[in-house]
């Protein structure tokens, strides 16, 4: 008898996504998480693509996109 081979396909994404599956992200308006998610991705860019800062990535991303709202408010 031939035994059954089970195999696990991972998905591969093109885009780094530094907290892709971060609890905040059910938390966020409409929108937001797409505007910090690309914004941290931007800064992983600009930093060399310097891999275990995807945290201060995403948090800086989110003050840079909190304080453009902000600002658009005033």
Request: proline share 4%; hydrophobic share 40%; aromatic share 6%.
């Amino acid at each position: 008898m031939a035994s059954a081979m089970k195999l696990t396909v991972k998905k591969k994404t093109s885009m780094r996504s530094p907290v892709a599956a971060s609890p905040l992200s059910k938390e966020l308006p409409d929108g937001m998480w797409a505007r910090i998610s690309k914004k941290a991705f931007e800064l992983w860019q600009e930093r060399g693509y310097r891999d275990g800062h995807a945290l201060e990535d995403w948090l800086d991303a989110e003050s840079i996109v909190m304080e453009a709202i902000h600002e658009a408010r005033e």
